[in-house]
């Protein structure tokens, strides 16, 4: 399927070879229902009873476990919540009430202690693994509309800088980064050309194809303050190829040696990746309880396991939740330990899938192949735009 987008329009090209548009103009939509789809996707999420949390810090074995704990101990009940890890940084938003009232937690007092403690677990635990960076926990109130949590936890780790790597890692230069990716057969390949005629930046992302991926690249140049013009997404297979026309708000475009030229290939990659993580996914449905979620990750971290990703959600008298769990020491997840926890954590039933989050590396015939085509396609619709690229 490829997708162009044009200002306040995108359109949908289907397999079938139909058009399918979305945007402002009432008559390019395709039904009231697809509006209100697209709607939803962009829309909203709040939570009219509970406090919403966001918290980020350094990441270590344990830490989502930690913050589960605090919250249990302070009375609090997790109605939902998303944490990401990626670069030795864990981000996290949470929705909750109090445990005996179910209602929102607006006390000063409490909500300082709760800050209080919240913060320090996220801070680091030696001081060689101090990040500058810091830990912080914010409080959103019980009336607050907050934008959609998965775009505020790009947020959230864009702001933290995790694009630069763990602390005390040395800041790679923008060849060495591209000759890394081309010969390691790394997952993510942006490049940055000039569009000289119109003034744009074209920006390229190669990766694996996932679901969520163009709303991480489109979130991420937005929050940058970049202006997307022009866009086109194709996918085929495993693969998907991107190509944004760009110029940030205030006017200047990224020249080829351009220091925020670098920044830019840093954060739309480190944008794909923080959603991916390699490990094992754990499914369990219950009964909603308020010592369900700090009991489960509490086992876990005795059983050796980390949560690198996590979704919390409740309906009703049920809660769903979906942990990534890895190995502390960094091994394959031994799938005995993993039995040996469903049988502790019984009558609870635990689904688990063996899937890896991170696609294998593919190799330079797989890539050049699905570039070729891709590259052939993007210079047509250049052609058909009048742009002229700049080499």
Same mark, same amino acid.
């Given at each position: 399927?490829?997708?162009?987008l044009?200002?306040r329009?995108?359109y *949908?090209?289907?397999q079938?070879?139909?058009?399918?548009?979305?945007?402002?103009?009432?008559?390019l939509?395709?039904?009231?229902e697809?509006?209100?789809?697209y709607?939803?996707?962009v829309?909203?999420? /709040?939570?009219s009873?509970?406090t919403?949390?966001?918290m980020?810090?350094? !990441?270590?074995?344990?830490l989502? /476990?930690e913050? $589960?704990?605090?919250?249990? @101990?302070?009375?609090?009940n997790?109605?939902?919540?998303h944490?990401w890890s990626?670069?030795a940084?864990l981000?996290?938003?949470?929705y909750? /009430?109090d445990?005996s009232?179910?209602?929102?937690?607006?006390d000063p !007092?409490?909500?300082?202690?709760?800050?209080?403690?919240? /913060?320090t677990i996220?801070?680091p635990?030696?001081?060689?693994?101090?990040?500058?960076?810091?830990?912080?926990?914010?409080?959103?109130?019980?009336? $607050?509309?907050?934008?959609?949590?998965?775009?505020r936890?790009?947020?959230?780790?864009?702001?933290?800088?995790d694009?630069d790597?763990?602390p005390g890692?040395?800041s790679t230069?923008? =060849?060495?980064? =591209?000759?890394d990716?081309v010969? +390691?057969g790394?997952?993510?390949?942006?490049s940055i050309?000039?569009?000289?005629?119109? +003034?744009?930046s074209?920006v390229?992302v190669?990766?694996?194809d996932?679901p969520?991926?163009?709303?991480?690249?489109v979130?991420?140049?937005?929050?940058?303050q970049?202006?997307?013009?022009?866009? $086109?997404?194709? $996918?085929h297979? *495993?693969?998907?190829?991107?190509?944004?026309?760009i110029r940030h708000?205030?006017g200047?475009t990224l020249?080829? @040696?351009?220091e925020?030229?670098?920044?830019?290939i840093?954060?739309?990659e480190?944008a794909?990746?923080r959603?991916?993580?390699?490990?094992?996914r754990?499914? *369990?449905?219950?009964?909603?309880?308020?010592?369900?979620l700090?009991?489960?990750t509490?086992?876990?971290?005795e059983?050796?396991?980390?949560v690198?990703r996590a979704?919390i959600?409740t309906d +009703?008298?049920k809660?769903? !939740?979906?942990?990534?769990?890895?190995?502390?020491s960094?091994?394959?997840?031994?799938m005995?330990?993993v039995?040996l926890m469903?049988?502790e954590?019984?009558?609870?039933?635990f689904?688990?899938k063996n899937?890896?989050?991170?696609p294998?590396?593919?190799?330079s015939?797989?890539?050049? +192949?699905?570039?070729?085509v =891709?590259?052939?396609?993007?210079?047509l @619709?250049r052609f =058909?735009?009048s742009f002229?690229s700049?080499?």
């Amino acid at each position: 399927m490829w997708i162009f987008l044009f200002p306040r329009v995108m359109y *949908l090209l289907m397999q079938n070879g139909s058009w399918m548009a979305i945007g402002a103009r009432r008559e390019l939509q395709n039904s009231g229902e697809m509006k209100k789809c697209y709607d939803n996707a962009v829309g909203t999420e /709040s939570c009219s009873d509970c406090t919403a949390i966001e918290m980020i810090g350094t !990441n270590r074995p344990g830490l989502f /476990s930690e913050i $589960s704990a605090v919250l249990a @101990e302070q009375r609090c009940n997790v109605v939902e919540a998303h944490a990401w890890s990626h670069n030795a940084c864990l981000a996290c938003v949470a929705y909750v /009430s109090d445990e005996s009232t179910s209602a929102c937690i607006d006390d000063p !007092n409490r909500l300082a202690t709760i800050e209080d403690q919240l /913060s320090t677990i996220l801070r680091p635990t030696t001081i060689a693994d101090d990040n500058p960076r810091g830990a912080k926990t914010h409080f959103l109130g019980c009336d $607050s509309s907050m934008s959609h949590t998965e775009r505020r936890l790009h947020q959230l780790m864009l702001a933290n800088r995790d694009f630069d790597g763990p602390p005390g890692q040395v800041s790679t230069s923008l =060849s060495s980064i =591209s000759m890394d990716h081309v010969e +390691g057969g790394r997952k993510t390949v942006v490049s940055i050309d000039r569009c000289a005629e119109k +003034g744009y930046s074209i920006v390229t992302v190669e990766c694996m194809d996932r679901p969520k991926l163009m709303f991480d690249t489109v979130c991420t140049l937005t929050d940058m303050q970049y202006v997307i013009f022009h866009a $086109s997404s194709a $996918s085929h297979g *495993l693969f998907a190829y991107q190509e944004y026309y760009i110029r940030h708000k205030d006017g200047y475009t990224l020249d080829t @040696e351009d220091e925020r030229r670098l920044q830019v290939i840093k954060c739309l990659e480190a944008a794909i990746e923080r959603r991916v993580c390699e490990g094992l996914r754990l499914e *369990l449905c219950a009964e909603n309880s308020v010592g369900l979620l700090p009991n489960v990750t509490r086992i876990l971290r005795e059983y050796g396991l980390t949560v690198a990703r996590a979704d919390i959600a409740t309906d +009703g008298e049920k809660m769903k !939740n979906v942990f990534y769990i890895q190995d502390i020491s960094g091994n394959k997840v031994d799938m005995r330990l993993v039995e040996l926890m469903k049988r502790e954590l019984q009558p609870l039933a635990f689904q688990v899938k063996n899937e890896l989050l991170l696609p294998r590396k593919y190799t330079s015939v797989e890539r050049d +192949g699905f570039s070729f085509v =891709s590259l052939l396609r993007s210079q047509l @619709e250049r052609f =058909s735009h009048s742009f002229i690229s700049i080499r």
